[in-house]
């Protein structure tokens, strides 16, 4: 058990939050910055990935692509996905510009968490909006952020529509639906791009763990 004077001194100089708690030291880590493990090796730097595109355009798949092979490497993996995010941490959110800004404000602020405590984040979200994938993106320290479009034309997300909601939207029956009644904007400088209109999925899951292992 924590002493009470221990907990006091920990509080004292805990958070210091100013629109950036990565600046928070972690104590299971090793430096200022939470990044580096404390045997001074950087094998426990933590990385978000941030996958973002249309319904339908594969983030969901690719995510759990990603993460299986990566946590048979010996990796630890949490995956964030929208669709589960909305039935538990987000649930009180709709789909109105401020509730998707704040979905995706939570979504990054878990996965920065995660990513300083050493974990890989592999978010798969719409996440529609360029200025809320950049907040995300302030949080992390650079180059441990790799945002990726996951870039399928409207029409073939449409043609594949799983869940069907490209048909209710058309039918109007979701008002503010991404890509046919509410924006998408995609990345200007996504650190990688996948066609998953063009190369099948084991490939654009290669290309993505190339981005990664690039990572260090
Ligand atoms: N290259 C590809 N990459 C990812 N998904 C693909 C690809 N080709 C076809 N698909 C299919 O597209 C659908 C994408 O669904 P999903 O991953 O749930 O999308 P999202 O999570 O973006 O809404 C899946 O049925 C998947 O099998
Ligand atoms: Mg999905």
Known sequence: MMSAEESARIHAGGPQIEGKFWLIANPCCGDEDGMTSATGSNRSMGLVVWLTGLSASGKSTLANALAAVLRAEGQTVVVLDGDLLRAGLCRD????????????????AVAALLAQSGVICIAALISPFASSRDAVRKQVPAGRFLEVFVDAPLELCEKRDPKGLYARARRGEIPTFTGVSSPYEPPAAAECVVRTGEIPIQEATDLILARIRAKG
């Open 93 to 108: 959110l709709g789909f109105s510009e401020s509730d998707r800004m704040e979905n995706v404000r939570r979504a990054g």
